[in-house]
């Protein structure tokens, strides 16, 4: 079987959550014998493959035209939407010309959704959304995002060794309005327990925001390399992502899978992926921000959402679970 990956052109100069879930699916469905190549351009030649699958609906432009040159060609079309309604987000962030564009996108969005043959949910509320948005009835499966078991595997006292401190609050995150990076520096202003940030910045304005608040508690971890995330996790105590929405935040998954206790944003579908066994906070309220994240500080660690992570989202599991969807469309 031969499938072909098409995504942004910049899913690795400009690296998010599709860019991870993109390339570790990739990863294991070579594992299992899945002939993957990865194509950005929405004119490629169409003909030696069996299925075409296609991610991201939030940056529409580009799958648009994907969707567009795969159905004229009578591919079997298959999309990981990595979708929310980000209007909301956009009003309460004071982002205008963001909201015009992404009404401006609404019918690309909703011709992808009822021209693919089937889309890959992460959970049960991503499919409901798109659902009731786009009055779509395309057949879809639940299939969950996933996580690497190495971050199980770091080593203890990484950032003590560096920089003097352990058992901190760690956020791991592009620096960026979205994650709310501001809020958990502004909600521990009077604290002396350290705070540690790690994460890419997508916005340079942003991040001057961030550090002109922050106190002596903060530390900005910079150029770090993902290898060196299992041990940065490893000693911290809890990890918070406080973000004005997460569908559902990988980090969450990595944290969790790394032994930290999670606190995360109300708003999204965290809940839906992690269930009770994180801790949840108003991104809107500093006092919300701080008490749940000191409620999981002072909280024991146990290993009961790792253990759970490990059974349910693994990225060999999801990526066994996807091949069985592409047996299941190139057979009708």
Avoid at 117 to 122: E, M, Q, R
Wanted: proline share 3%.
């Amino acid at each position: 079987m031969k499938v072909l990956f098409q995504i942004r052109k910049d899913y690795l100069n400009n690296p998010a959550g599709d860019t991870i879930i993109f390339n570790n699916l990739r990863k294991n469905l070579i594992q299992l014998g899945v002939k993957v190549d990865i194509c950005t351009d929405c004119n490629i030649n169409l003909q030696k493959y069996d299925v075409i699958h296609i991610f991201n609906t939030i940056r529409v432009l580009e799958t648009y035209e994907f969707m567009k040159h795969a159905k004229k060609n009578e591919k079997k079309i298959i999309l990981t939407p990595i979708y929310w309604d980000l209007k909301e987000y956009f009003k309460v962030t004071g982002q205008s010309e963001k909201i015009k564009f992404w009404e401006m996108s609404e019918r690309k969005r909703e011709f992808i959704f009822k021209n693919c043959d089937i889309y890959l949910p992460h959970c049960r509320e991503e499919a409901e959304s798109i659902t009731k948005k786009y009055h779509c009835n395309t057949p879809y499966k639940v299939i969950p995002y996933g996580t690497d078991k190495n971050f199980s595997k770091g080593q203890n006292h990484y950032l003590k060794q560096k920089y003097g401190i352990d058992d901190y609050i760690l956020c791991v995150g592009r620096i960026h309005i979205q994650k709310n990076q501001l809020g958990l520096i502004k909600a521990f202003q009077r604290e002396k327990v350290p705070i540690v940030l790690v994460g890419g910045v997508n916005d340079d304005q942003y991040l001057r925001r961030c550090m002109k608040e922050a106190g002596e508690n903060i530390y900005f971890i910079k150029n770090t390399h993902r290898n060196d995330l299992p041990s940065i996790y490893k000693s911290a105590k809890v990890h918070v992502l406080p973000s004005f929405l997460e569908y559902p935040g990988l980090v969450n998954l990595e944290a969790a899978v790394a032994g930290c206790n999670i606190v995360t944003t109300q708003i999204g579908t965290a809940k839906s992926v992690l269930r009770d066994f994180a801790v949840y906070c108003n991104p809107y309220e500093k006092k919300s921000i701080y008490e749940q994240t000191m409620k999981a500080y002072e909280k024991k660690k146990d290993h009961l959402l790792q253990e759970f992570i490990k059974e349910h989202y693994t990225w060999d599991k999801i990526g066994l679970a996807i091949k069985k969807v592409y047996e299941m469309i190139v057979s009708t």
